[in-house]
């Protein structure tokens, strides 16, 4: 069987804070602007992003967005991967996953196997991944900055099981998000798991239901490895 997450919201428990005035100020400073800046480095920055978008579901990759802001200043576009990883720092408010996820996923492992396809941007994922100590507990991973699309289009599903080489038929998607994850999951056939936490949005007028909802992580974990015995 085959156990795809979501990742943000579902398995690591993460707030940041964009607005934060000494973000934009760190990153003035550190593209060469000097901290006085900082507003006008921001509306350039969200002006790169707003440009970028295609529309729809389309995901554009904020590395890229990090490029084109140092190459425009004649700075080389190698120390993107740098900027980006300063962005997030100084935007993160906390970040660690919730009570009882590694062992989950290596429980899960053992019975079936294990994905990750989640909204978010790699230049920021994967280290955040490797920080929590979950990058080496799935099979595969699918990040809808690398897809250029992103839940609830199915389309990202659908690449996930090309890339990974399962169908929808032996899969669960496991979410936080009534639209993104189970919406977008069901879109393409797979049967679903939701858990409410401080991250999940609120849709009134999304009239999917879940196959199973949990009210914690222990009952996450009892669940799915439950479906391996049935």
């Known amino acids: 069987m085959n156990f795809i997450f979501d990742l943000y919201g579902t398995l690591i428990d993460i707030w940041t804070d964009e607005s934060r005035p000494e973000l934009w100020e760190g990153v003035a400073s550190l593209i060469g602007d000097g901290e006085e800046r900082a507003e006008a480095v921001r509306r350039e920055y969200t002006e790169l992003c707003r440009s970028r978008h295609l529309g729809g579901y389309h995901e554009i990759n904020l590395l890229e967005v990090f490029e084109e ?9 190698a120390v993107a991967p740098d900027l980006a990883f300063e962005f997030r720092r100084m935007s993160m408010v906390h970040l660690r996953t919730f009570p009882g996820v590694a062992e989950m996923l290596r429980a899960l492992r053992e019975v079936g196997r294990v994905y990750l396809v ?10 955040e991944l490797r920080s ?14 690398d897809a250029g699309v992103k839940k609830p289009c199915g389309k990202i599903f659908e690449m996930a099981f090309e890339k990974f080489g399962i ?8 979410g936080n998000d009534m639209r993104d994850d189970i919406l977008g999951a069901s879109s ?14 609120e849709y009134p007028d999304i009239a999917v239901k879940p196959d199973f909802v949990v ?3 222990s009952e996450m974990a009892s669940t799915l490895l439950g479906l391996t015995k049935a």
């Open 132 to 145: 929590t100590e979950l990058y080496d507990l799935f099979d595969g991973i699918l990040i809808s900055s």
């Open 118 to 127: 989640s909204n978010a941007q790699s230049c920021f994922t994967i280290e």
């Open 167 to 174: 169908t929808a038929e032996d899969s669960i998607y496991v």
């Open 215 to 217: 009210k914690d992580h």
């Open 69 to 77: 802001m140092l190459a425009s200043r004649d700075v080389s576009t």
């Open 188 to 201: 393409v056939g797979m049967r679903t798991l939701y858990i409410h936490t401080p991250q999940s949005g």
